[in-house]
């Protein structure tokens, strides 16, 4: 089955700094990766998401790369501010198959 | 809809006990999972339905939980004969095939 790993699992930096976490997956038949954001206490939100036949995704400050050739996909936030601190999930899904997430990053933006 | 809707919020049951939580899905989604999450990790799949059709289960699913989607609207989630390590918080969430989630705020269970 699909293995996700997610890294790292903590990452601080300074407000407007850029944020970048990356992920790996092990299902070539996987075609569609979202992202999740958790805050403390509450529910999983999906931030942005990329499908197989799109190399690069932008949603203002957000963006998500996706590299078929070596499994790998990356979430890159600009501009960062104290609210983008949460843990950020990465999950993969082929076709039908439920969404398996990685461990999570927790992002800590210093003011 | 205004969502997933989970209930109880918060449930705290002693070791041995039988616990059922429900979840309302978005009405459009036909598609229902439950995932479970501990402190520090992502969410661990359980289980899911198409419809009223329980499609797939984890083995993390032991004998003792027992899911269930009558008429293919809400579900519900039964730990029989709670442990220690049921504690958790249990998401549930809706979409279709192939498609991103919405989760609901989820169930914390507490076994004492």
């Known amino acids: 089955g699909e293995n996700v790993e997610q890294h790292p699992s903590t990452l601080s930096v300074q407000e407007g700094d850029s944020a970048v976490i990356k992920c790996t997956y092990s299902?070539?038949?996987?075609?569609?990766f979202p992202w999740y954001k958790q805050e403390l206490g509450k529910r999983p939100q999906l931030i942005i998401d990329?499908?197989?036949?799109?190399g690069e995704k932008k949603d203002q400050r957000i963006a998500v790369t996706l590299n078929k050739t070596a499994k790998h996909f990356s979430l890159h936030i600009t501009e960062t501010q104290p609210e983008d601190s949460a843990v950020y999930f990465c999950a993969a899904i082929s076709d039908g198959t439920p969404l398996v997430f990685g461990k999570g990053t927790r992002l800590s933006v210093i003011a | 809809d205004t969502g997933v809707s989970q209930n109880p919020r918060h449930k705290i049951t002693k070791r041995g006990q039988n616990v059922t939580f429900r979840c309302d899905p978005i009405?459009?989604?036909?598609?229902l999972y439950w995932y479970r999450q501990t402190l520090g990790q992502g969410p661990e799949f359980l289980t899911y339905f198409q419809n009223e059709a329980q499609l797939e289960k984890s083995r993390l699913l032991s004998d003792r939980f027992s899911a269930e989607r009558p008429k293919g609207s809400f579900s519900t989630l039964e730990i029989q004969r709670t442990e220690q390590g049921d504690s958790a918080m249990y998401l549930c969430?809706?979409?279709?095939?192939?498609?991103?989630?919405?989760f609901g705020s989820g169930t914390r269970l507490t076994v004492v």
């Open positions: 299902d070539s038949a996987s075609n569609y």
């Open positions: 990329i499908r197989s036949n799109v």
């Open positions: 969430a809706s979409g279709h095939r192939g498609q991103g989630y919405t």
């Open positions: 009405s459009e989604h036909n598609r």
